[in-house]
Nanobody, 125 residues
Framework: QVQLVESGGGLVQVGGSLRLSCVTS????????MAWFRQAPGKAREFVAV????????YYANSVKGRFTISRDNAKNTVYLQMTSLKAEDTAVYYC??????????????????WGQGTQVTVSS
């Protein structure tokens, strides 16, 4: 019943932009930490960005800071990841995740109870 569904992935040129969405259902996530992770080919899944229940509190991986923006619209049960100035190394499957219990380490996969299936982002040169 609880679902996180990502969308918005696709093929984009280097330097381009893409906006990912994660629509949640089955429960309220308005007070949850919501995060984006990604997994590139042959690499482990890594943290990308997180937004706390307060929209003003966000954290980003150094590799995307200044290029990506995470936001949420609680009324729409949706979290977004706006990606700009995309690089080839941004190519990955992007996953959204939710931590309704607000666990301590927002960078760790284990902190997140709910996960989406992922959406593929491919950045071509």
């Amino acid at each position: 019943q609880v679902q996180l569904v990502e969308s918005g992935g696709g093929l984009v040129q280097v330097g381009g932009s893409l906006r990912l969405s994660c629509v949640t259902s089955g429960r309220t996530f308005s007070s949850s930490s919501m995060a984006w992770f990604r997994q590139a080919p042959g690499k482990a899944r890594e943290f990308v960005a997180v937004i706390r229940w307060s929209a003003g509190i966000t954290y980003y991986a150094n590799s995307v800071k200044g290029r990506f923006t995470i936001s949420r619209d609680n009324a729409k049960n949706t979290v977004y990841l706006q990606m700009t100035s995309l690089k080839a190394e941004d190519t990955a499957v992007y996953y959204c995740a939710a931590d309704p219990n607000a666990r301590g380490n927002v960078y760790a996969e284990v902190s997140y109870e709910y996960w989406g299936q992922g959406t593929q982002v491919t950045v071509s040169s």
